[in-house]
Nanobody, 115 residues
Framework: QVQLLESGGGLVQPGGSLRLSCVASETILSSDPMAWYRQAPGKERELVAR???????EYVSSVMGRFTISRDNAKKTVYLQMSSLKPDDTAVYYC?????????WGKGTLVTVSS
């Protein structure tokens, strides 16, 4: 069983930056895909960024050039560095990992971008 705990959300002004962190309860293998999803009010959950072994990170087009996903397997942590934030980035952000065909979700952390 894998438990995921997100942190780093909060209120930020447009143009600001935040870094989200997700710590796993179990050892993270480099072969385990990890990702960040988000769900804005009234909208479906969408994939924001994904990182997989041997591949370049992938991003939804709306965040390319502004967000960076990274991971530190020794710390069992995946990060999402968010810059140039826009009001449309407001959402609950969820950490995701797929381990041995089983999908695990974090509880989510709220990011609000507003003046």
């Amino acid at each position: 069983q894998v438990q995921l705990l997100e942190s780093g959300g909060g209120l930020v002004q447009p143009g600001g930056s935040l870094r989200l962190s997700c710590v796993a309860s179990e050892t993270i293998l480099s072969s385990d895909p990890m990702a960040w999803y988000r769900q804005a009010p009234g909208k479906e959950r969408e994939l924001v960024a994904r990182i997989r072994s041997g591949r370049d990170p992938e991003y939804v087009s709306s965040v390319m050039g502004r967000f960076t996903i990274s991971r530190d397997n020794a710390k069992k942590t995946v990060y999402l560095q968010m810059s140039s934030l826009k009001p449309d980035d407001t959402a609950v952000y969820y950490c995701y990992v797929r381990e041995n065909g089983v999908i695990y979700w974090g509880k989510g952390t709220l990011v609000t971008v507003s003046s």
